[in-house]
């Protein structure tokens, strides 16, 4: 008989914050990298034109702020790694031939490829072809791009786990299929989405730097020509975004529809659905989604919410209480109930332990020589088993149905804060380009950290939205944690918080002072 | 042999007249001590190969997610 794993929750608490601040920490260093890396490609190009110094003074500036924030986030991310060894060795162990690709092509182009062009950037002035280093300055984005796309796969892959199949002998969901996995349909969503706000963050600190120095009539050409350029490429991204931003949540409903129910507060779905503005939802209490049919003073857009999930203005959208309950999807399949689900999920955890069994004692057999065709068919028949319920392996360790709800006021009001915030975006992008004023270049300057909490809040919609799944439907994150102490990860938890708030205090300090030195014009 | 000569001067003269960088790199090495020196060893050993032998693994694991009663 299996017994359900039963460990100190507290430990589970404190994993997943550890993880979520080292997250957030690393996402601070992240977009800026990305946004920069295309605005200095952009000034450098126009130097390439030009050929005016003016133009080289411009890239090499905003070059030097890509540096610090470069030199600020290396290494960042891997603390990330050594918590899946430790905090999350039984999610790690399962994901290990997945991620293993995805990772060490993502270290290898990083290394190679950022680290050589780079130096080049940096120290080639003079020193090689205005083309070369042209070249190296875009292929230094290129790269750091390109590394964000194979850790966008890998985050892609536990959302929505394609290209694998489970080995109950290895214990391990073993890769089928390498472009299954790095072009997922999320994996191509997440990583478009990602990048594009990568660079609308990239393109509001330029803005805002650049208003700080006509604020204080300093360099005003300088600040005039990079204020315009970064609200025409901010712009630019946030069109292509809200596109992207479509997309996103039209996968996410084929393949995450809690996590859409969650940030939506829906209740109770339906055709026709309304995309809510806002709704009085207690940010610290979690809703009754289950006698509720919506959230109070609701303020929605009609049909919006279908035409969002479904590319149709009378589409079904399934609510929280659908999906617990089971519902028809509009091509007549039936998706399950929670019940059934769990039924499903314990016959596979209860196969795989048979399976184990009988492979054990086929062994033992086959070294002795002794046929055992009994135990080959029911090995065979366990083994079916197992497989066609494997994709509700997670759900064998769910007891009760709030255990699949993640947190709503968490998803529900980060999701309004990126919207919102990419929407109050635009808004200053045009209006800078339309008639800059100096109440506008106070308002940009306030909106470098709003960019930076509307990005984070992007983070907190998808990894929230997911709850409670470290493998969607396959390992929820009481069975994915190792089973530790509590306090063993609450030291390493303040351990990260000190050296991280250490990072961004230095960061903060050698960027503002790099700033007030300004470009050398 | 003169594109090596190329490479050595474009780093070693990069490095020598480095100024911020010099402290990007200090803050670089800094931190890749306190991650892989500190952290690494005395605070994020592997929980697995700790708890288990070589090529026992999946049965680890396999237990760590059921338990027999």
């Known amino acids: 008989m299996i ?155 536990m959302q929505h786990p394609v290209g694998q199949a489970f080995n109950p002998e290895t214990m391990r969901n073993e890769m089928t299929s390498f472009a299954e996995v790095a072009l997922s349909p999320v994996a191509v969503d997440k990583f478009v989405h990602t990048v594009l706000s990568a660079w609308v963050l990239g393109a509001v ?97 009609p049909y919006a919410l279908s ?41 596979a955890i209860a196969a795989l332990a048979e399976y184990r069994k009988l492979s054990e004692k086929g062994k033992v057999n086959s070294e002795k020589f002794t046929a055992a065709m009994s135990d080959t068919a029911t090995l065979n028949s366990t083994l079916s088993t197992l497989n066609s319920d494997i994709s509700y392996f997670g759900y064998g360790f769910v007891q009760d149905r709030a255990q699949v709800v993640p947190y709503i006021p968490v998803c529900f009001y980060a999701f309004r804060v990126m919207v919102g915030g990419g929407c109050l975006f635009i808004l200053l992008f045009l209006i800078i380009l339309w008639k800059p004023k100096a109440w506008v270049y106070w308002v940009s300057i306030a909106c470098i950290p709003i960019s930076y909490i509307v990005s984070e809040a992007g983070w907190l919609v998808a990894e929230f939205g997911r709850q409670p799944w470290t493998i969607q439907d396959m390992l929820p994150t009481w069975v994915g944690v190792s089973q530790l102490g509590s306090s063993a990860v609450m030291i390493t938890f303040f351990l990260f918080l000190i050296l991280f708030t250490t990072l961004l205090a230095v960061e903060i300090s050698i960027m503002c002072k790099s700033i007030k030195k300004g470009p050398e014009l | 042999m003169k594109w090596l000569r190329n490479i050595w001067h474009l780093y070693y003269d990069g490095f020598c007249s480095m100024t911020l960088g010099r402290t990007l790199w200090a803050v670089i090495f800094i931190k890749l001590f306190i991650i892989f020196v500190i952290l690494k060893i005395f605070f994020f050993p592997n929980y697995i190969k700790e708890h288990t032998e070589e090529g026992k693994e999946a049965e680890f694991v396999f237990r760590e997610l059921t338990i027999d009663n």
């Open chain 1, 3 to 157: 017994h359900l794993l039963n460990i100190d929750l507290a430990a589970v608490d404190w994993a997943r914050a550890q993880f979520a601040l080292t997250a957030i920490y690393h996402w601070l260093f992240v977009p800026l990298t990305l946004g920069l890396a295309v605005v200095m490609g952009i000034m450098e190009t126009q130097y390439y034109r030009t050929g005016q110094e003016f133009w080289k003074q411009t890239a090499k500036f905003w070059q030097r702020l890509f540096g610090i924030n470069f030199a600020m986030g290396i290494a960042t991310g891997l603390i990330l790694e050594f918590e899946f060894g430790t905090n999350w060795s039984n999610y790690s162990y399962l994901v290990g031939d997945i991620f293993g690709a995805p990772l060490a092509v993502e270290g290898i182009v990083a290394f190679f490829m950022e680290s050589t062009f780079v130096a080049v950037m940096f120290f080639g002035w003079n020193k090689v072809s205005k083309g070369f280093h042209l070249a190296s300055t875009w292929l230094t984005g290129l790269g750091a791009t390109i590394s964000a796309w194979w850790i966008l796969v890998a985050n892609s892959w």
């Open chain 1, 307 to 347: 035409f969002l999930a479904t590319n149709d203005m009378n589409g079904y959208v399934p609510g929280i209480r659908d999906i617990l309950d089971g519902y028809t999807k509009p091509d007549g399949t039936q998706e399950p109930s929670l019940e059934e689900k769990i039924e499903r999920g314990r016959a």
């Open chain 1, 205 to 301: 600190f330029v803005v805002g730097v650049s208003s700080w120095y006509l604020l204080k009539q300093r360099h005003l050409e300088f600040a005039r020509k990079s204020l315009r350029i970064g609200a025409v490429f901010g712009l630019i991204s946030s069109a292509i975004i809200m596109l992207s931003g479509h997309h996103s949540a039209y996968t996410v409903a084929q393949t995450q529809p809690m996590k859409l129910a969650a940030m939506e507060a829906l209740y109770k779905g339906g055709t026709d659905q309304s995309l809510t503005l806002i709704a009085g939802i207690n940010p610290f209490a979690q809703p009754d989604y289950e006698t509720q049919d919506e959230a109070p003073l609701k303020l929605a857009v």
